[in-house]
């Protein structure tokens, strides 16, 4: 029996797109932040109810995350993105009063309603900490830690460092820094 050209057998090749079915990358790590996967899955609902507003936000959120993970300081759990939502709704607040400057008002209710959206999730981040410390808690702990200060005389950089650093008082929890500079100012006297 002869074989002839066409009906010769040839050696197996992997096909890629037949090998991906079979290879999974596996990951045991979870989302880094609840509100994170949170988001993502909003962002699919505001596609299928075709909200094309909501949608626009929660983009632009997720873009500007992702491009804070291309920087030295990545957004990985819920205080960072409560950081970067708060300085998006700043800034939205600020562009909707220089349209309102501008006479602008359809633009400046958009920027509003982007804000309004962002701080939805700004509360729940919060409420999914426990909420952000309050101001006279925030300067108990700053007396007693410049109280217990031992290594001469404290620097409010350090008296800082050492509150929200990692063993600090308040550790993990949500600290509005401009107030904690406020409380730590006050309390050293400068």
């Given at each position: 029996?002869?074989?002839?050209?066409?009906?010769?057998?040839?050696?197996a090749?992997?096909?890629?797109?037949?090998?991906?079915?079979?290879?999974?990358?596996?990951?045991?790590?979870?989302?880094?932040?609840?509100?994170?996967?949170?988001?993502?899955?909003?962002?699919?609902?505001?596609?299928?109810?075709?909200?094309s507003?909501?949608?626009?936000?929660?983009?632009?959120?997720?873009?500007?995350?992702?491009?804070?993970?291309?920087?030295?300081?990545?957004?990985?759990?819920?205080?960072?993105l409560?950081?970067?939502?708060?300085?998006?709704?700043?800034?939205?607040?600020?562009?909707?009063?220089?349209?309102?400057?501008?006479?602008r008002?359809?633009?400046?209710?958009?920027?509003?309603?982007?804000a309004?959206?962002?701080?939805?999730?700004?509360?729940?981040?919060?409420e999914?900490a426990?909420?952000?410390?309050?101001?006279?808690?925030?300067?108990?702990?700053?007396?007693?830690?410049?109280?217990?200060?031992?290594?001469?005389?404290?620097?409010?950089?350090?008296v800082?460092?050492?509150?929200?650093?990692?063993?600090?008082a308040?550790?993990?929890?949500?600290?509005?820094?401009?107030?904690?500079?406020?409380?730590?100012?006050?309390?050293?006297?400068?």
């Amino acid at each position: 029996m002869s074989f002839s050209t066409s009906t010769r057998l040839r050696p197996a090749r992997l096909c890629f797109r037949c090998m991906r079915t079979f290879v999974r990358p596996s990951s045991t790590a979870a989302s880094p932040s609840p509100i994170l996967s949170r988001l993502r899955e909003d962002m699919k609902n505001a596609m299928r109810a075709k909200d094309s507003a909501r949608l626009a936000v929660i983009r632009s959120v997720l873009n500007d995350i992702t491009n804070a993970s291309k920087t030295a300081k990545p957004v990985a759990d819920d205080m960072l993105l409560r950081a970067l939502l708060l300085k998006r709704i700043n800034q939205s607040k600020d562009a909707a009063q220089q349209f309102r400057d501008a006479k602008r008002e359809d633009l400046a209710e958009k920027e509003d309603g982007s804000a309004s959206v962002m701080k939805n999730y700004v509360g729940e981040i919060e409420e999914a900490a426990g909420g952000v410390v309050a101001a006279d808690e925030l300067q108990r702990v700053v007396k007693e830690t410049i109280q217990s200060w031992q290594d001469g005389k404290p620097v409010m950089g350090k008296v800082m460092d050492k509150i929200t650093g990692p063993g600090g008082a308040l550790d993990g929890r949500m600290v509005e820094k401009g107030d904690l500079a406020k409380a730590v100012k006050e309390a050293l006297g400068n």
